[in-house]
């Protein structure tokens, strides 16, 4: 899975960085989201999507997910 | 849906259990995620039961937030409707207006800085602990805990004296009453807003390092500006997180088993609180957007101009997004409720929130390991004519 982040559409609401920590944190300048690990392993794959499904903003998407996702 | 379409409805106010949203909500998300409902000034507009409807449109950049467009759900909107917004009262400006306050503070309210203030907000909560037990029982929990915890908290985070906080609670409290008049909520806005002022000024001359400080030096803002973003974060910093310390604690005593487990593993804190976020839906009527051009929301289409009530409370206990809605479950995966909205607009101080209920709830049941309700349940008083759902009082004993 690749991670894909929109830093133009993110508004920093954190729930990114609330739900798969070890992946992604926020900017301390503005809050945005930065991506600490875009190709995360599949032991965290199932927190990446509920990131992804709760991010507010539609700011993150995934490439190469497997289907059953 | 191939149905004639539904005669317009007016949005309940009731509830008939005091935990759970009004009974008509539930069974028109049965029929239906939206439906057409009559607003107080004539308005047809529409009203958002389900969650999928809800997110999208939340999430949806044709939909404003603005006062001026909206039209009032119920009677004692009407009122409010009139009061136009200040400067800086950047809930009720859409993008890029909006972008432009809500880009400057982010940064102060990321995950990891709210860890940050961890320390400070166990030690406050644990000082007003302390001076319940020198008190001694009955208490009123909302006086007592639930109001001071997150009011110091955003004073020290703003940079605000917490020793006046008798003057900003009863203007907060005026502006969220639905019983206000005009003349009243313009007076409390009034006093906020020159408050406020002047600690603005204050600041400018003798900054510290709280959030006032750093708008102010950071030259983006004028005066008048960072005043309406002081006013909209004091007050929608300390009642909201009140409510629901006040309004879960009261659920949780009704839920003795639940509670009994979160007081003997505090790693249920978590989620405890996202499934309290849930139920309990504390801002229980509206958000209220209104569509600038056409938009077909679950196959019907909003025209432009017409106002859309999201109710989250209903769209939160959607079973096709949460299994056994209707059920308090403190284990749940409750993550992904609407409590704090969605979209752009989505809450500011959601992580601040998260760390002052997850650090509250478990440090007052471990104090007081028989907290328990000093009057019958039924005896509560519910905050059905305030902005933000909750109890007036909760008297407790221990
Ligand atoms: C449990 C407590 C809280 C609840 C239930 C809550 C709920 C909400 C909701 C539903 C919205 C979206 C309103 C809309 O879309 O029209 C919102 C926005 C907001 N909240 Fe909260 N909130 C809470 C705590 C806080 C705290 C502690 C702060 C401040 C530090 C805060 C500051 C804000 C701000 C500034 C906005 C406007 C954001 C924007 O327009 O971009 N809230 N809140
Ligand atoms: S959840 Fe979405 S909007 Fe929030 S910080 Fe992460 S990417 Fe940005």
């Known amino acids: ?69 | 849906m191939t149905q004639a379409m539904p005669q317009p409805v007016t949005l309940p106010m009731t509830r008939e259990r005091p935990l759970d949203p009004p009974e008509d909500l539930g069974r028109w998300r049965e029929e239906g995620p939206i439906r057409p409902l009559l607003y107080a000034d004539g308005h047809v507009g529409w009203l958002v039961t389900g969650y999928a409807a809800a997110r999208a449109v939340l999430a949806d950049p044709r939909f404003s937030t603005r006062v001026e467009l909206m039209h009032p759900p119920f009677p004692q909107r009407l009122r409010q409707a009139q009061i136009k917004p200040r400067p800086g009262f950047f809930l009720r400006e859409d993008p890029p207006e909006h972008t432009r306050f809500r880009r400057l503070l982010t940064g102060q309210f990321t995950v990891r800085r709210m860890k940050l203030l961890e320390p400070r907000i166990a030690k406050i909560t644990e000082d007003r602990l302390d001076e319940m037990e020198r008190l001694g029982p009955p208490a009123d929990l909302v006086q007592a805990f639930a109001l001071p915890i997150p009011s110091l908290v955003i004073c020290e985070l703003l940079g605000v004296p917490y020793d006046d906080h008798e003057r900003f609670q009863r203007d907060s409290s005026i502006l969220l009453s639905l019983e206000s008049s005009i003349e009243e909520i313009t007076a409390a806005i009034d006093g906020l807003t020159d408050y406020l002022a002047e600690l603005v000024r204050r600041k400018r001359a003798e900054p510290g390092d709280d959030l006032i400080s750093g708008l102010v030096a950071s030259g983006e803002l004028t005066e008048e500006e960072i005043t309406g973003v002081a006013v909209l974060l004091l007050v929608a910093g300390h009642e909201t997180t009140a409510n629901m310390l006040s309004l879960g604690t009261f659920t949780l005593l009704n839920a003795p088993a639940q509670l009994a487990a979160l007081r003997e593993d505090p790693s249920l804190a978590e989620s405890t609180v996202e499934e309290l976020m849930r139920y309990l839906t504390v801002i229980h009527l509206g958000p209220i957007r209104t569509a600038l051009e056409d938009v077909e929301v679950a196959g019907e289409t909003v025209r432009k101009g017409q106002s859309v009530t999201i109710a989250l409370g209903a769209a939160n206990r959607d079973p096709g997004r949460f299994e056994s809605p209707d059920t308090l479950d403190i284990r749940r995966q409750a993550m992904g409720h609407l409590s704090f909205g969605h979209g752009v607009h989505q809450c500011l101080g959601q992580q601040l929130a998260r760390i002052e209920m997850r650090i509250a709830y478990p440090a007052l049941l471990r104090r007081f390991p028989g907290l328990r309700l000093a009057v019958p349940a039924d005896q509560v008083e519910m905050r059905s004519n305030m902005a933000i759902y909750g109890v007036h009082r909760l008297p407790v004993a221990w």
């Open chain 1, 1 to 69: 899975m690749l991670i894909n982040a929109d830093t133009g559409r993110c508004i920093g609401a954190g729930m990114c960085a609330l739900t798969a920590p070890e992946v992604f944190d926020q900017s301390e300048d503005d809050g945005t989201v930065v991506v600490l690990d875009a190709e995360p392993g599949p032991e965290r794959a199932a927190a990446v999507r509920r990131a992804v499904q709760v991010c507010p903003s539609g700011a993150l998407s995934l490439a190469g997910a497997p289907a059953t996702g």
